[in-house]
């Protein structure tokens, strides 16, 4: 089996010292293992994605010594694909329509006999306003397109009642030792809840594309940042319901600023274009972050 691992960027900004990280990892795991790297560009939300940022992310990548196989995959041009998967799981059951706003979500979640709200890999957890009191075959054929779309927890709990929730982890928090990581349905409820698997404005969601994605490329090792390691169980649980490969999962330490703070697109003064600017190489920037 090809070793195949893969850089998502979204072309919503510039490439930044994180972006650089994990990028010079996939690329660089792959080809340790005589393996293929894979470029994807995540463009589903259109109202960001800038052509003038994927020039540029390409342009930064191919300095920095990546090399990847064309076409580059892109989400913009997959809609079918995760429509087609969103009806095969909303005849399933396995979702629901809901027209709650995010102050909507934060209120309810709230409200006095909810205690505080808690947040999960997806933002607040859902308090189910929502959600239909017991998990019911849809009436319509077809989902609404008018709302978000949430994942049924517990539908999809019933679905997949002997179907382990593993993955294998050869990151952080394992140190590079490869471990089995496991979760309950019982930490699936209280930390996660029914995640949005569409938006209207998008038709689709990360947490669907990225499965659907990852599949379709064959990728057998998914490196990325540490602050995803929670939202995997949301990609075991999609993988096993539409019937797809797990690949092996490696989260990797994240590049913090000085402050200890993210960097994010909006760190602009770390962009990979500033340093090339300013004379730095490709090793420097190995350097820099510790990938010499």
């Not at 930490?187 to 938006?199: N, P």
């Amino acid at each position: 089996m090809n070793f195949l691992t893969r850089f998502a960027p979204s072309p919503t900004g510039p490439l930044h010292l994180g972006h650089a990280y994990s990028a010079l990892l996939a690329h660089d795991l792959a080809v340790a293992q005589k393996g293929t790297f894979l470029l994807r560009i995540e463009d589903i939300d259109q109202s960001r994605s800038r052509t003038e940022w994927e020039t540029q992310i390409l342009d930064d990548l191919d300095w920095l010594g990546c090399s990847w196989p064309l076409p580059v995959m892109r989400q913009s041009t997959r809609k079918e694909i995760y429509q087609t998967a969103l009806v095969a799981l909303w005849r399933r059951g396995l979702l629901y329509p809901c027209s709650c706003t995010r102050r909507d979500i934060v209120a309810a979640a709230a409200a006095p006999q909810e205690g505080a709200p808690l947040t999960g890999p997806d933002g607040t957890i859902y308090p189910g306003s929502c959600r239909p009191k017991t998990p019911t075959s849809p009436i319509a054929p077809l989902p609404p397109t008018g709302a978000a779309l949430r994942l049924d927890m517990r539908a999809a709990q019933d679905a997949l009642a002997d179907s382990p929730l593993t993955f294998l982890e050869t990151g952080i928090p394992t140190n590079g030792r490869p471990r089995t990581i496991s979760t309950t349905w019982i930490e699936v409820h209280s930390s996660i809840g029914d995640i949005v698997l569409a938006r209207p404005a998008m038709g689709t969601s990360y947490h669907l594309s990225v499965v659907l994605d990852d599949a379709a490329q064959g990728i057998t090792l998914v490196p990325r940042g540490a602050d995803l390691f929670d939202a995997t169980v949301i990609h075991v649980i999609l993988q096993r319901l539409l019937d797809l490969p797990t690949p092996t999962y490696h989260h990797h330490r994240l590049i913090r600023d000085e402050d200890g703070k993210r960097l994010a697109k909006r760190d602009d003064a770390r962009a990979i274009e500033k340093y090339r600017g300013d004379g730095a190489t490709p090793q420097d920037i190995r350097r820099m972050l510790s990938l010499t």
